[in-house]
Structures are given as C-alpha cells and as structure tokens.
C-alpha cells in the first residue's frame, strides 16, 4: 500500500522542473517595512529577473510606498530630545520610491509533494542590487504638532534580500525579507539647503513672506514646513547610514 503524505526532496543548485532560460514576472502587492526610529511604510512593486542559467539571472524592479505612518518609538524620541536639550530630531530620510537592478541566485531548490495531491518546486532566492530611490524627511516640531514631510534629495540606494519560491508549474508564490540601505547625510529639503533655509527664517522673524525670501533657483518653499525647524534638524548629527526591513509577498509567472 503506497504511503501517503509529506514527501520532501531537497536538490542543491538544480531546478528541474525549469528551462535552462526562462523570464519571470514578479507582482509584489505588499511589501511591509519598518525602521524603528523612523516610518512604518507600506509599498506596492514588481521585478523583471532573466535567468540565464537554471540558478542565476538579472532583475530589474521598482517599489512605491503608498502609505507611512509614525512609529511610537519616533514619537518618543522627538518627545525626549525636547525634554533633555530642547532640539529636534536629526534630519532622517525616509524612502518614497525605489528602482534597482542587480542579481539573483538561487543556491537551493528542490520538490515537494503533499499527500499525493499538490506538487511543485521551491527554491530559496537571494538577490543583491544597486539603483536610485526618492526621499523625504519626516520633520517635528513637538509631540502633540503634525509632521511634515519636505523631500530629500535622490539617492544610490543598496539592495539585499532573501525569498522562498512556491512554484506550481508556471505560477509561484514569493515568501521574502527584504531590505535597503541609503546615505543619511541630508543637505536639502525641498531643494533648499541651508543657507536658503536661513534666509527664509530671517524673513519670517523680520515679518515678511518667506516664501519671496532671496533663495536659489531649486529652492521651493512649503508653508507645511517650519524653515528654522528644517534648518536645526539639518544641523543635527546623524547616522551613516539608515537601513530599511521589507517582509513582502510577491506572485510570479514564468515564460
């Protein structure tokens, strides 16, 4: 009588159920980020990758974060800096949109068969890139005020992740924490460097507008944002480096 159930079969660096080349089309409907002292972000995407080998290829691919919301701990840190020194907190960008490139490798694969019923293939995918993503910088004056959000400059950002791929003949399903990393060194906001900001704050503390303020052409004044404010969290140090975790669920089609 034939066993029925689990049966799992690991294989290293093959994929036999695929062709030697094929292309696979990645729909990324959630991808769910966090950075505890910034943004809980939530994002929609897509990849292109071309294998061309049975376990590596190129991808190229895009994320736009459509919602953020403020994290608790952010809140209490702007709340603890006010209380201890009476300043801001550091001018941190946080990403809007990404577009990166780069490869993707696929060390492990295997089959698997469930009760004799549900077959198909996995494989465990890692892929590194390299591409440019818009910023913007959640600026706040106290606890109890609005934020605002002015942008950042565009920046090289830096791409890593690791997936699990359910395949079911030419469909699969994606299971991945993801990550980016960019500079968070921040020298404009809104166009506007620090010097523009200055010249901004002393307009409106002499009564004028600051938005005819003398500033450079790429200078673009928001009345959402506190110029003086902008310019005192610019001023603050920062880290290297801000760094970004993605839990995402993706399907694919392969061709």
Known sequence: MAMRGLVLVVVLLAMPALAEQWLELQLIPVSAQVN?????????????????????GVYVGGLYNWHSTRSSVLDA??????????????????????????????????TFNIADKLAGTFGLVVSLGLGPGGTRVPLKEMS??????????VRLMGHFGVSTRFA???????????????????????GCGVDDL???TD???????????????????DPAVQPGLARQAMAVPNDALQVNLAAELGLSWSL
């Not at 809007?96 to 780069?102: F, N, R, S, V």
């Not at 109890?144 to 400059?153: A, F, N, R, W």
């Not at 003949?169 to 906001?189: K, Q």
Request: proline residues 8%; charged residues 15%.
């Open 77 to 110: 840190q702007y709340l603890t800096n006010f209380r201890t020194r009476g300043g801001p907190f550091p001018a941190t960008p946080v990403a809007t949109w990404q577009l990166h490139g780069g490869l993707e490798s696929i060390p492990l694969t295997g």
């Open 168 to 190: 079911f003949g030419p469909f699969a399903l994606l299971l991945g924490l993801h990550g980016s990393m960019w500079s968070s060194v921040v020298t404009r906001l809104n």
């Open 203 to 221: 307009a409106q503390r002499a009564g004028a507008d600051p938005a005819v303020a003398p500033v450079s052409s790429s200078c673009r004044f």
């Open 198 to 200: 200055r010249a901004q």
């Open 36 to 56: 505890v002292l910034e943004t809980e972000q939530a994002g929609s995407g897509g990849r292109a990758t071309f294998h061309f080998h049975r376990f590596i």
């Open 144 to 153: 109890v005020l609005p934020t605002s959000y002015p942008d950042s400059d």
